[in-house]
């Protein structure tokens, strides 16, 4: 994958309050009817009583055809400043249909909460031409919500054959689909992300964000094709998500603390991936990250952490627990990689900056694709400290070889684990 550095609201009543909860985060709270909402609490206006907005906010009455063939960018584009400049919770529709896209960037302040019901197909133009940077881009935008049925395809197969990634390190980047850059209070829900040209999700310096039953999906050769990426971010949630792609399933860059992964699949793609982290100078710490109860299936990475050799800055990656993940036919199921160096860019010092300490992989179960399935390599000069294998049993599939555990520079312990993969 190309590196994280590359890329970059009090209501008016008990009843508003519990339908501002459930549908920007789908909480019980109308067990406490009288109790603020967060963003109230902290003393930030959250829309106050509903306005009529300036105009309509179904895109089909602003010109919006889905017929797959006329551009519908303005009609969302005028959708979203109606709503934007109301107040209380207001809900772009965008109905069933097939709706031609190009470039949207949808940003506030907003004075409303915006809520966009998602029931159609938003197609992404191939005319690259179309897009500054991304494809669908919310900035600065704070308690908001997608969710519906529909799905957001980037339609990548027009220009993956323009990818130049593989062969140049620092290529040009192709549009991401749906990103988020400093949104506060978010949720996507019940949608389905597809093909698209570069990551589907991209979070960016954003705060308590929900991905909740979601599908990501690309073939499993799609270039750069992350399911979800973030960087720079605190306190996300992804549950019950299915992830297929051509890339990292999920992947986590430096500065990102307090990620709860629960309930999801992988594969195929590159795995749950923290990291690269070190590539460039004043990176910030990954922290408090937990997997839980996930499937990894036919991925050629299953739980990595990876950091550059030659590392720019000095920062760490510790307080990390992954927990009853069960691994099916995974290449390098458990890998730490401090000596990571793509397109042999690096220089092979084995000097690294980031530290890495207090990793707890527990009740980790399944197969591996490589004789390989538990990976500890770690830097000369700073050892992998508090690594934790607990419960551990994976199995090779193949019958040239012996399950093993490859471990250098590692300091931890083992505890009931296979005596295969008991190198700590």
């Known amino acids: 994958m190309v590196d994280a550095g590359r890329r970059r609201r009090r209501s008016n009543g008990a009843a508003l309050m519990v339908a501002l909860c459930l549908a920007l985060l789908g909480t019980a709270c109308a067990t406490k009817p009288a109790a603020k909402p967060a963003a109230a609490a902290a003393g930030v206006d959250v829309g106050g009583a509903p306005s009529v907005p300036a105009g309509p906010l179904d895109i089909t009455k602003l010109g919006a055809k889905g017929d797959g063939k006329t551009d519908s960018t303005q009609a969302i584009m005028q959708a979203w400043k109606n709503a934007c400049g109301a107040t209380g919770t207001q809900k772009i529709v965008i109905p069933e249909g097939n709706y031609l896209i190009g470039a949207l960037e949808l940003s506030g302040p907003c004075t409303s909460n915006i809520i966009i019901r998602l029931d159609g197909n938003l197609l992404g133009t191939g005319d690259l031409n179309a897009y500054k940077k991304n494809?669908?881009?919310?900035m600065r935008v704070d308690n908001f919500a997608v969710n519906g049925h529909g799905t957001i395809d980037g339609q990548g197969?027009?220009?993956w054959g323009k990818n130049e990634c593989n062969k140049n390190y620092n290529c040009k980047i192709l549009p991401n689909s749906l990103v988020l850059d400093y949104v506060t209070n978010a949720s996507i829900r019940g949608v389905t992300l597809k093909n698209a040209k570069f990551f589907h999700l991209n979070l960016f310096n954003c705060k308590n964000v929900l991905v909740e039953k979601v599908n990501i999906t690309a073939p499993g050769d799609s270039p750069n094709t992350d399911g979800i990426h973030m960087g720079d971010s605190e306190n996300v949630t992804i549950k019950a998500t299915n992830i297929a792609v051509g890339d990292d399933c999920i992947s986590i860059g430096p500065g990102t603390k307090h990620v709860k992964i629960h309930g999801s699949r992988c594969g195929p793609g590159h795995g749950i991936s923290v990291g690269s982290l070190g590539r460039y100078k004043d990176?910030?710490?990954v922290e408090g990250i937990e997997v839980t109860n996930c499937t990894i299936k036919g991925a050629t990475n299953g739980l990595r952490i990876k950091s550059y050799e030659d590392s720019k800055s000095q920062l760490k990656a510790s307080k990390f627990v992954y927990d009853q993940v069960v691994m099916d036919n995974v290449s390098y199921p458990i890998i730490i990689d401090q000596k990571?160096?793509?397109n042999n860019i690096c220089s092979k010092t084995g000097s690294s900056k980031v530290t890495v300490n207090d990793i707890v992989f527990k009740n980790i179960v399944g197969t591996s694709a490589t004789p390989e399935a538990v990976t500890l390599n770690c830097a000369n000069n700073l050892p992998c400290q508090g690594?934790?294998?607990v419960n551990v049993n994976l199995k090779y599939t193949g019958t040239n070889n012996k399950t093993m555990a490859v471990c250098h520079n590692a300091v931890g312990k083992s505890s009931?684990?296979?005596k295969e993969?008991?190198?700590?």
Not at 135 to 138: A, L, R, V, Y
Not at 421 to 424: F, G, P, Q, W
């Open 416 to 418: 009931n684990v296979v």
């Open 387 to 389: 690594v934790q294998l």
């Open 283 to 285: 990176e910030k710490d």
């Open 135 to 138: 494809w669908i881009e919310f």
């Open 421 to 424: 993969l008991a190198c700590l």
């Open 340 to 342: 990571y160096c793509p």
């Open 157 to 159: 197969p027009l220009v």
